[in-house]
């Protein structure tokens, strides 16, 4: 692996990095030895989590060679090495970074914190891919963690702490018990474990994954946890997690201002409460029973440990008294009649609170007993054992609590304090009815009238920002693919950051297109504002566009909108006026669901519309902030278009909203903190951007993508909007005034981009020449007969069916290491390099072993045998190796003939028989079309040779030779199921004269490849009159201008050659071929 030194530090990095990559590490780097804050804003796609691994990791090493250098130059005293001086021994060694690490243990922690334990995954599945093994920990919830049978089976995550600590303290646990022995095993404390293989080393040795990660946390290097683990105070203490002198990172960071708000902020329901009474009740009432038989009584005192409850009636009943008293404030607060709530200060929360007699002098006692019912029902099968509601209290309490009161105290010293930050909001119930109706039971208390909603919102999220810098963290890192605009989003947090960079992307200009399209192909304005968004002349417009870009972006095409209410109306006028159903004939659609369940679903069944060989694609409709335009992956074919249907502001009239803006005002108005505040208004701007640019960035993931952004709101095409563009994106925004030059520029741009990455997969999979060639030998000229054009293409697709299981499999880092061993030994005929380097990419997980016996096909021949001995030793099976393979192609057997004669490519040559399952196009994504397919198909025959006798088209039989050439390049372009595809709309059209399908399919077929085009055109000779102009506009729109006398004959499927009918005795190729 590459070592390159930034800022006198050495850092191993898998592959070469990009520009880009070295500017991002050395502000990393500059973060890290200037002890200072940092925003870091780099694309998705430019390698930016495997860029702070790296860094971070070297710099600790760095730090621990320093001390090394350091212990060895005092004990020498210079007279071991007189002739080297000590700042040889590294930077560090003499003070250079300006730490005083003195010893090993003050090498900071590096904590790593991302959003879902899924995104963590996959940062330590990159960590696997660096030459780094540093000491790692992922902390996670019982939820996750959780293997004792009785404990996973509790509904809710609290119920399931209160069971576990209960079983814990009473030793009865067995997985638990074995934590302390096993837990410093080296091999439950070497390996980089993620969450699953957590839970995989605690069923395989018995032990609790939950406590083991936390006692791998004390001698961790880095710390894995998502981040409202380290912004809830709560969480921080649960996890005993020490933040002093640590090095923070916030990795996909744009979600950090809302999560530090949401982390601070609470809404109490009457349901919340009333569920917390009816629990009380119930235990007052046990617990009576359990007073009146005195030995009973009497046992259970003696056994704290028993299952009963060890407090006094009279603090059960004054718990009680507390919930009434709370609820009978809350109810006290007097609220306008138009149903909006009334707004107070923050610290009116203190008053209200005092009114129920909690306070900082009584709030211990009050969480002890709340813990103590909770953990006495915990377990417990019933209806009046959910104690959510108390459960809910007992956080409350702690967020309002968790601060000193007085507003001058540490806190609140750099920004506004509790009472600024904090508004506290009391409005109608409008969920009464609904929970009244979960069950009878609460009919007493949760319906009697409408309640009140008591909600205590943060608008700061600078307020948990500041908490972690007052923990002592030494430096903190937020990073994301979208920031943008970055000076706003430091603003926001409310400490300094120094180190700030917007970095570019490391695509090219050729993998990107955007366009602002302010009006649709009728010309009516675009428009998602608030009085226009609805109107029919507005969604006709929407669903017309639709469709004109679904017939030139190929592949995976993502539609996002402002909302869930504004997608749904859309699609409900589309279906009303058949928009939806044309959209259907060229792309299946697929829609988000507002649940999270039925996601995983959704998705699967999208991502294999668009990897079925022979399809169109597929069109996904998502809403802007929602779980598609959040972490998802549309990489390759799965996102080839991105269409944004209008900026999508925050409610306007929401009070959480209205308050924010106030909030941000009043302190930009006040010049709080020098003045360093966004206005409201700002803000808002800022919202609908920011959930733009994460939208925009599904469309490239990694330096090979390619793809197109519609930006369909005519307010993008005012300057203040494009400005708050990701700064990678902007330098490509050209606005236009027509619809029309889109879809032609939007079609040019697919027909290079596609292009090119064809050029990019040929050069990366080229057959390997003979090693006297690769030493500059002459090249040998050979004659190719044509009956080895089908094993020659067969082996071709496999080659790229393999490529494409390999990169659903790696990482995209990975992946890049992959492409460059290749291409090194393809330059260097190094086996042994290769080796090295395929090892750790697919021999250390078994279900990439299939992947390392597929690379037996692209193993020169004189290195087959030793492949199939490493195959051997690193999994356990070989790789189909037969003697004969170790000789030059030429030299070999001849390969099998089939029974027609032809020449008959055995799969054995170059693919195992789990790699083939592998690559079965069936159960892969992103497989191309059929002649990617692993098995050679009769498109690569030689048009020469006699063709079997089929069912031709009628006009073949009446001896039209154009419809006979057309269809035998067809079936030579397409490929047999795409030619059969082709002649089954052709028949359906003769049938009902739909248009709009048969183009549909004609498109699909004809515009993947830039050599189809010439199909699409020459298919006029089958339009019928009234067809014929709707035709070639389609073909102008998809193609460009027609070359003039191409309408009825243009050339081939290859440029230049002439259309040559094929032999009438011959007949023409039929669908069964």
Not at 910 to 921: E, H, V
Request: aromatic residues 8%.
């Amino acid at each position: 692996m590459p070592k390159i030194t930034l800022n006198g530090v050495t850092v191993d990095f898998p592959f070469q990095p990009y520009k880009c990559q070295e500017e991002y590490m050395t502000k990393v780097l500059e973060c890290l030895q200037k002890k200072v804050n940092g925003v870091l804003e780099s694309p998705t796609g430019t390698g930016k989590t495997l860029c702070l691994l790296c860094t971070t990791l070297a710099w600790r090493e760095h730090l621990h060679d320093a001390i090394s250098a350091r212990k060895i130059a005092a004990r020498a005293q210079g007279e071991l090495f007189p002739d080297r001086a000590l700042s040889s021994w590294g930077n560090a060694a003499s003070d250079g970074d300006g730490d005083n690490t003195a010893c090993y243990t003050d090498i900071p922690k590096i904590i790593y914190a991302s959003r879902t334990h899924s995104q963590l995954t996959q940062v330590i599945s990159e960590l696997r891919n660096t030459s780094y093994r540093p000491r790692v920990c992922v902390l996670g919830s019982r939820e996750q963690l959780c293997i004792h049978p009785e404990v996973k089976k509790q509904e809710s995550n609290h119920m399931q702490i209160h069971l576990c600590r209960k079983k814990v303290a009473s030793r009865s646990c067995h997985f638990y018990n074995n934590v302390e022995e096993k837990s410093l095993e080296q091999e439950l404390a070497a390996p980089i474990l993620d969450i699953e293989d957590l839970v995989k080393s605690g069923n395989r040795h018995k032990l609790c994954p939950y406590y083991l990660s936390r006692n791998l946390k004390q001698q961790a290097d880095i710390i894995f946890m998502p981040y409202n683990y380290l912004l809830d105070a709560k969480s921080r203490r649960a996890h005993s997690i020490d933040l002093k002198g640590t090095v923070v990172i916030f990795d996909e960071a744009h979600n950090v201002e809302k999560m530090c708000e949401e982390s601070a902020s609470f809404d109490l329901t009457p349901h919340d409460v009333a569920s917390g009474l009816d629990v009380i009740d119930q235990v007052l009432e046990e617990q009576t029973k359990v007073a009146q038989q005195g030995d009973l009584l009497l046992e259970f005192s003696a056994d704290s440990s028993s299952s009963g409850l060890n407090m006094e009636l009279e603090d059960i009943a004054k718990l009680k008294m507390i919930l009434l008293r709370l609820e009978g404030a809350i109810d006290a607060v007097e609220l306008p009649g138009d149903d909006n709530g009334v707004t107070k200060p923050g610290s009116y929360i203190f008053e209200l609170f005092a009114e129920a007699q909690i306070t900082f002098q009584t709030k211990g006692c009050i969480l002890d007993s709340l813990d103590q019912i909770i953990q006495h029902l915990a377990g417990r099968a019933g209806l009046f054992t959910n104690t959510a509601g108390l459960q809910k209290l007992a956080d409350i309490i702690q967020i309002v609590f968790s601060m000193d009161p007085a507003e001058g105290g540490p806190s609140s010293m750099v920004g506004p304090g509790v009472s600024q930050s904090y508004k506290v909001h009391i409005h109608p119930d409008t969920s009464h009815r609904r929970t009244a109706q979960r069950s009878d039971a609460w009919s007493t208390s949760a319906a009697r009238k409408q309640g009140k909603v008591l909600s205590y919102w943060c608008f700061s999220p600078g307020h948990s920002m500041r908490e972690l810098v007052r923990q002592g963290v030494r430096t903190l890192i937020l990073t994301s693919g979208t920031l943008a605009p970055v000076s706003s989003f430091a603003l926001e947090m409310q400490i300094p950051f120094p180190v700030c960079l917007e970095n570019p992307h490391v695509i090219d200009k050729h993998q990107i297109w955007v366009g602002v399209v302010p009006k649709g192909p009728d010309g009516a304005q675009l428009s998602s504002a608030f009085d226009k968004r609805f109107s029919d002349t507005c969604l006709a417009s929407l669903g017309k566009a639709l469709g004109n870009i679904a017939r030139v972006v190929p592949h995976g095409l993502l539609v996002f909108f402002p909302s869930y209410p504004v997608m749904e109306k859309s699609l409900e006028f589309w279906r009303a006026q058949d928009f939806a159903r044309k959209l259907e004939a060229l792309k299946p659609v697929f829609v988000e669901p507002r649940s999270k369940g039925g996601l995983s679903e959704v998705m699967d069944a999208y991502y294999s519309t668009v990897a079925s060989p022979g399809a169109s694609g597929a069109v996904f409709l998502a809403v802007c902030r929602g779980k598609v335009s959040e972490g998802l992956d549309f990489a390759d074919t799965n996102g080839r278009g991105v269409i944004v249907t209008g900026l999508p502001y925050p409610p306007r009239m929401d009070p959480r909203v209205v308050l924010k803006m106030q909030f941000l005002d009043e302190m930009k108005g006040q010049g709080g903190a020098r003045g360093q505040f966004l206005s409201g208004r700002d803000w808002y701007r800022q919202q609908a951007s920011r959930a733009v640019n994460q939208a925009i960035g599904r469309v490239i993931r990694h330096r090979h993508d390619y793809g197109a952004v519609f930006l369909c709101d005519h307010r993008f095409s005012y300057a203040d909007a494009r400005a708050q563009l990701p700064s990678w994106v902007r330098p490509h925004v050209k606005v236009y005034d027509g619809f029309g030059h889109v879809i032609r520029d939007v079609a040019q741009f697919f027909r290079i981009a596609q292009k090119t990455a064809h050029r990019s997969t040929l050069s990366l999979l080229s057959e390997k020449r003979p090693l006297d060639e690769q030493r500059g030998g002459r090249k040998k000229i050979r004659l190719v007969s044509g009956q080895e054009g089908p094993a020659a293409s067969a082996q071709a697709g496999r080659a790229k069916l393999f490529m494409v299981a390999v990169k659903q499999a790696l990482s995209q880092a990975s992946f890049d290491t992959f492409a460059r061993a290749l291409q090194d030994y393809k330059g260097s005929d190094d086996f042994e390099a290769l080796v090295a380097c395929l090892h750790p990419l697919f021999a250390e997980d078994p279900k990439k072993h299939s992947l390392l016996q597929g690379f037996y096909q692209f193993v020169r021949p004189h290195h087959k045998q030793r492949f199939e001995e490493v195959c051997i030793q690193l999994t356990g099976q070989g790789c189909g190796y037969q003697p004969e393979h170790s000789l030059p192609q030429r030299q070999g057997a001849p390969p099998a003939l089939d029974p027609s004669g032809r020449r008959e490519f055995d799969p054995k040559l170059t693919l195992s028989q789990g790699a083939a399952r592998q690559l079965d196009p069936g159960e892969h994504l992103n497989q191309g079309r059929p002649h990617l397919t692993s098995r050679p198909s009769s498109a690569g025959v030689s048009s020469s040779r006699p063709q079997e006798k089929s069912g031709a088209p009628r006009a073949e039989r009446q001896g039209q030779p154009a419809v006979s050439a057309y269809l035998a390049d067809a079936r030579r372009a397409l490929g047999s199921a795409g030619c059969s595809r082709l002649l089954a709309a052709l028949t359906t059209y003769k049938r009902d004269d739909d248009f709009e399908k048969v183009v549909a399919v004609v498109a699909a077929l004809t515009t993947e490849r830039p050599e189809d085009l010439p199909l699409l055109q020459r298919f006029s000779m089958f339009v019928r009159p009234h067809h014929k102009q709707r035709f070639r506009q389609t073909c102008a729109a998809l193609t460009g201008p027609p070359v003039p006398g191409t309408d009825t004959e243009p050339p081939g499927p290859w440029e230049g050659s002439p259309a040559v009918p094929p032999d009438p005795t011959h007949g023409a190729p039929g669908p069964g071929l």
